[in-house]
Each structure stands twice: as C-alpha cells, then as structure tokens.
C-alpha cells in the first residue's frame, strides 16, 4: 500500500526556492545573450544636433526646446543629425508654429530616470525653455530599477520643470518586448516590467502637471510589425525613419503644450 505524498511547509518553499534561483540564472543567462547580441555597434554618443532649425524658411524669435532622457531622446541610431529625434521635433514644431526652433539636447545615452535632475541642473543658470521633452525608461527596465521609485524620480523633475512655467511632454517607456535580439521568456519580462513602468510613468506625470504620450502604444505595433525598417543596425535604438514615427507621435502634445502656455501667459506689455 502506497503512502499519501506530504509536502511540507519546508519542502515547498524549497522546491520554490530552487525554481526562482532557476529563473534567475535562465534570466541573468539570457540577458548577456541579449548584450552580445546588441553590443555597441553605434557607440555611446549621439549626433549633435542642437542648433537653432529652420532660421532661413521661419524668420523671428526661436521657440527653445529642451530634450532630457536617455538613448532615444539623445537620438543614438540616427545616421544624420537631422534624423534624431529633437530634429525632427524642432522641425515639426517650426513647420507648425511658422518660426524657428533652438534646440539643446541634454539626454545622455545610457541615462537611467535618476540622471533626469542631473541633466536639468546642468543647464545655464536661468534657463527656461519654451517646451521640453522627456524620454526614459528603458535603461530603468533592463537595471530592474523598481517602477515607482522611477516614476517618483521623472515626477520631480516634471514638476520642477513646471514650476518654471515650462510645458513638459513625457514619451513613457517603449514596449520593450518589440525587441527581437532578446531571447524569450526575457523579452516577456521586459515587455511586462516596461508597461507597468509606462502606467506609473502616466500617472506620476499627469499628477505633475505634464502631458503624456504612450509610445508603447503610439509607435509600438509599427515597432514590432517592421523591426527591420524601425530599428537601427544594433536591433535595440530607432533608426532614421523610427525616430520619424517617434517624433510623429510626439508632436501633436508639444504643439498643443505650446499653444496652451501660449494662450496663458499674460501679453507682454509694449516698451
């Protein structure tokens, strides 16, 4: 006669404990697969495109956009300057807006949402731009940084920035499972950990006074149907026509953030 199989208390945390140290090393395992994979084939430093866009085609006074936040918003990926992402944002907005566009970039590749403060108390004392744009998340995702310290961290900053009197708009986390050169069950993860980062990003933001745009649902599907024309050579950072849908999906808030503080400021008065 067969007697009844008993687990323990202590047995089954055991054979859990084992299972999570298993997953562990199939996720550390498969996450330096995803870093050979990708390597750094564009380096660690975007174009330089800050400079003032379309002085010739808009004459007056230029709108001044700020970009803070990582890769993206620095523009790694793109093969020319005026294919990053706040060219093609400084482009869009003085095609709209009629005038030109100053643009400063302070978004450092590789920037985790912690580098944002850095980032701002970097710019000249007295700096207060016409708009800014933020995007980060990524890099908070792949270093595992727990989502609403993340979202806490771009809060501040929005909120600082919106104590200046400056517009913000906030790109949230890419959907970070669109990225092929991750193995599964990782690329699940990340696609998980990058969407509740997106959600507390959303609502951290909007609490600050900030407008929001879903990348993940913007720009994600076209991401993940044509990653061979949306992704660069190292299949992680947009390429030139990915920083173009981006900046598509980015602008429609940054007209409507620049129209709204326009038409709330109090008039200059004459000299």
């Not at 792949?142 to 906030?170: F, K, W």
């Not at 173009?244 to 980015?250: H, K």
Request: charged fraction near 20%; glycine fraction near 8%; aromatic fraction near 2%.
């Amino acid at each position: 006669m067969r007697r009844p199989v008993t687990v323990t208390a202590a047995s089954a945390l055991a054979l859990l404990g084992a299972a999570a140290v298993g997953a562990r090393t199939l996720v550390t395992r498969q996450a330096a697969i995803a870093r050979r994979r990708i390597g750094k084939p564009l380096g660690e430093q975007a174009l330089d495109a800050d400079r003032v866009w379309r002085r010739k085609k808009h004459p007056g006074r230029p709108v001044d956009l700020l970009l803070l936040g990582d890769s993206i918003a620095a523009g790694l990926g793109a093969g020319h300057r005026r294919d990053t992402l706040g060219a093609r944002l400084a482009k869009g907005i003085a095609r709209a807006a009629q005038r030109p566009v100053r643009l400063r970039t302070a978004a450092v590749v590789g920037s985790e949402t912690s580098a944002l403060a850095a980032q701002l108390a970097a710019m000249p004392e007295g700096y207060v731009p016409d708009a800014a744009v933020i995007v980060v998340g990524g890099n908070d995702v792949t270093h595992r940084i727990p989502a609403s310290r993340a979202a806490q961290q771009l809060a501040d900053v929005v909120r600082e920035l919106r104590g200046r009197g400056v517009p913000v708009v906030v790109g949230t986390c890419p959907d970070l499972g669109s990225l092929r050169a991750i193995p599964q069950p990782l690329r699940a993860l990340a696609a998980r950990s990058s969407r509740q980062l997106a959600a507390a990003q959303a609502v951290a933001v909007h609490r600050a006074g900030g407008r929001v745009v879903a990348l993940a649902r913007a720009v994600g599907p076209v991401f993940a149907e044509r990653p061979d024309e949306m992704f660069s050579v190292d299949r992680f950072h947009p390429s030139a026509l990915g920083y173009r849908r981006t900046a598509e999906a980015l602008l429609p808030a940054v007209l409507a953030a620049l129209e709204t503080e326009r038409s709330t400021s109090p008039p200059v008065p004459n000299p």
